[in-house]
């Protein structure tokens, strides 16, 4: 599975972007996809995953601002960042959950980044 994303740059408080990111190779076994986001020295989190079924979840720190939707029939997802602030500065890291029987894989992009300037 290979993950493309696109989308990031550079934006002013309050503003919006939205990140891409297309799935290709064997994706018939993903289950779940999502944004994770890090900075430097930080670990890496959860911003907002979506599954087949369309179900999502959010991390705290975004909700009512940003927004996962998947196009199945084109294995992308999307991430709608609305009301942006200077803390959602971070590279931006799409992931896809594989699961075949009792194997389980995540996959991930490359990063893009996203800064936010206040």
């Known amino acids: 599975v290979q993950l493309v994303e696109s989308g990031g740059g550079l934006v002013q408080d309050g503003g919006s972007l939205r990140l891409s990111c297309a799935a290709s190779?064997?994706?018939?076994?993903?289950?779940?996809m999502g944004w994770y986001r890090q900075t430097p020295g930080k670990q890496r989190d959860l911003v907002a995953s979506?599954?087949?079924?369309?179900?999502?979840d959010y991390s705290d720190s975004v909700k009512g601002r940003f927004t996962i939707s998947r196009d199945n029939a084109k294995n992308t997802v999307y991430l709608q960042m609305n009301s942006l602030k200077p803390e959602d500065t971070a590279v931006y890291y799409c992931?896809?959950?594989?699961?075949?029987?009792?194997?389980?894989?995540?996959?991930w992009g490359q990063g893009t980044q996203v800064t936010v300037s206040s």
């Open positions: 979506i599954t087949n079924d369309g179900a999502t």
């Open positions: 190779g064997y994706t018939g076994n993903i289950n779940a």
């Open positions: 992931n896809a959950k594989w699961r075949f029987l009792f194997t389980a894989r995540d996959y």
